[in-house]
Structure formats: C-alpha cells, structure tokens
C-alpha cells in the first residue's frame, strides 16, 4: 500500500548509517505491528555523497529534500574528507539542507533517564529528572553570516572572519517558537546571548523581551549571557525550562547539556521550518546531536539511541503521532531500565552491548508495549 507519509533517509558517513539501521527495524516493525508505513527514499549526503558525486549535497538529493514530509539524517564527516576545500567538505551537504529548507528552529531536549543518573559526568542529585528544551537558531548567525572568508594582508600575513548577524524578524521567529514551547512546559523561557560585547547580541535581547511583553505575557523570561549559561548548565541544570539561543552558543551549549545526560550518543532533535498557512505542513528534518564518529565507526559500538529518539521526535512533531513516539520513547526508557548499555553509557566494568544488540531490545520492549 502507498504510504502517504514520505521521508528521506541520509544516513551519512561514519556511525550514521549503523544507527540508522536500527531506526528501519523500528519503522519495519511499526508496519508489521501497528499497521503504519513510510515511503521511505535513500539518499546521499556529506562524504558518502562526494565519494560518489563529488559533492557533499547533489541537487537532486536537495530537491527530494524540499519534497518529502520529513527528512531523517544520520552524521556526517571524517578524517577521509578533512583536507577537501572548505565548501567541498561533508558539513556543507547538512549546512545547505538546513538553509534551504529555512529549518530555522532547532529543537534539542537534554532529557536524563532516570536509569542514566549515574552515567553523566555531574552527581546524580544535580541531574535525576533533568528534562530541559534548547531551542538553537540554525539558519542565522556567524554559521552563514557574510562577510566570511581568509584574505591575504598587504603585510603577506592571512586573516580569517566571519560575521555574526541577526536580523529582527529572524529573532522573533525564533523567539515565537521558544515562548509556545515553554507554554506547553513550564512555562519558563530563558534567552542566552552576549549582550554584553555584541550588538548583535543587544538587538536579540530587545527583541525576546519585546515579543515576550506583547504576545506571551504569562510567560516568565529571562536573560543570560551564553558563558554564564554554559556555567550555570553544569552548576545547577534544573533551573532551566526552555533555553533560546543563537547558532553558535546553541552549537556549544547543546553539546554541554548533551553530557548532563550521559551521553553524546543520547540527544536527538528535530529542525523545523516555519509552517504553510495553507497547508500547514512544515519542513522538517531529524537528526542525532552527536556527530559521525570516525573512531568507532563500522564496529558496532555506536549508540543507537540519539538516532531512534530523533525518530520518535519525526512521528511527535512531523506526523503528530504522540502515542507512537511516546511508545518509541518508553521502550527506551525501560532497555535503560533494564541496565543495558553501549560503551559510550556503560558503567565501569560492565559489558557493553552492540548498536544491533540495542536495537533488538528496543524491538522487544515494543512488542511488550504493544502487547
Ligand atoms: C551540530 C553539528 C554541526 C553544527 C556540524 C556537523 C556542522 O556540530 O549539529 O551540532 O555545527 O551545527
Ligand atoms: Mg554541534
């Protein structure tokens, strides 16, 4: 039967594809199981794409992209494409979907397991229950800023920029989203930038508040500089709802709040554009928080869970089916519970498991669900 659900499948270089192999028995089993199914479409992307095409997006891939209801991404990059020119390299196949698509709104959740309390770097009491959205803007600042470049001084010595720009209306939008997201949690936004050194960074702050003021008054704001948040992050994490950040400070603060959980290999998160007053669809992708692993690619260790979880993020936000992606969620939760674990969440001395052999327990904690 023709599904009407399309998706595109970039698993990408390194551990991105040995994930994503875990996702397709999820999607397998929700066809034989519940009865739902996905026209799911391969495509390349990053040093995979230019191994084969030489280039790290093709037209084509970018126009299936634009296409399909949600696109489903693994990692790209590796040491194989390190030396390419800048604009030939694997990251610039994941930059140009997301400034294509206009995914401006980069949703990712730092949520810890109660079984993983033990497996972040902070004491557990800091982080049991921890369960905080960071909101990175992804289609602006110093990431796509122009000027950019290196140039030669007249002195012979090189010199290399980029810029940091941001204008009012890609603030707002940004910001919008925040306030919502913090509506249907705690109600609790805070906005993260440099206000302090950066114009950039004082526009963004007018902007939040001005929005907050008109439009979400019931909802309590405040503001941080991005140093501080990193502080506060590993201080005292459970103060935080929602964070708003720019590009870049949402970049690095998403990595720090990835560890609270115990893991790189544990945060997905989904990139949505802005929705089609007509149709309402949106564009949408999914990915992995963690990148593409070159050191323990094709050896089975890698951690599935970020990928399967970006997953459940695509059936929540991309098909609103919040009881399938909470079921995907909850056989997650009790694998954990379960004790089982791959290196990167082992406890010492314990033997960790295979990125298959995660994947099996996911499936069979479905089928208990399901039962
Ligand atoms: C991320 C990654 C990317 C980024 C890289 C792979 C381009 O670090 O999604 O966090 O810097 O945005
Ligand atoms: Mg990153």
Not at 286 to 292: N, R, T
Request: proline residues 5%; aromatic residues 6%; charged residues 25%.
């Amino acid at each position: 039967m023709a599904s009407n659900k399309k998706l595109l499948v970039l698993p990408g270089d390194g551990i991105g594809p040995e994930v994503m192999n875990e996702v397709r028995r999820i999607v397998d089993w929700m066809d034989k199981r519940r009865h739902v199914s996905f026209d799911m479409q391969d495509g390349l992307c990053g040093g995979a794409a230019i191994d084969a095409h030489g280039t790290p997006l093709t037209d084509e891939t970018m126009a299936d992209a634009l296409a399909v209801d949600a696109v489903l991404f693994g990692s790209v990059g590796g040491p194989k494409w390190d030396d390419l020119p800048f604009a030939m390299k694997p990251e610039r196949g994941l930059l140009r979907l997301r400034k294509e698509m206009d995914l401006f709104a980069n949703l990712r959740p730092a949520i810890v397991f109660d079984a993983l309390a033990d497996a972040s770097a902070l004491k557990p009491e800091l982080v049991a229950g921890l369960d905080i959205m960071i909101l990175r803007e992804l289609t602006g600042g110093i990431y796509f800023g122009e000027p950019r470049g290196i140039e030669t001084l007249p002195s012979g010595e090189r010199r290399g920029f980029n810029t940091q720009s941001y204008t009012e209306s890609e603030i707002a939008r940004v910001a919008r989203v925040g306030f919502e997201l913090a509506g249907k949690r705690q109600g609790r936004l805070t906005s993260v930038e440099k206000a302090n050194v950066m114009e950039s960074g004082v526009l963004w702050r007018e902007v939040v508040q001005q929005i907050g003021d008109t439009e979400f008054p019931n909802i309590k704001l405040n503001h941080m500089y991005a140093d501080n948040c990193a502080m506060q992050l590993v201080r005292a994490p459970k103060q935080f709802d929602v964070i708003v950040t720019d590009n870049l400070f949402g970049d690095i603060l998403s990595d720090c709040a990835a560890m609270l959980t115990g893991s790189l290999g544990m945060l997905p998160s989904a990139s949505l554009g802005a929705e089609d007053p007509t149709t309402g669809r949106r564009m949408a992708l999914y990915e992995p928080v963690h990148g593409s692993a070159p050191d323990i690619a094709g050896q089975g260790k890698a951690n599935p869970l970020a990928e399967v979880l970006s997953f459940a993020m695509l059936l929540r936000y991309s098909f609103d089916m919040g009881e399938d992606a909470d079921m995907v969620e909850k056989a997650v939760a009790n694998v954990l519970a379960s004790g089982k674990r791959t290196g990167d969440i082992a406890a010492p001395g314990q033997q960790p498991i295979s990125t298959s052999e995660m994947g099996a327990a996911i499936l069979s904690e479905l089928d208990k669900l399901a039962a």
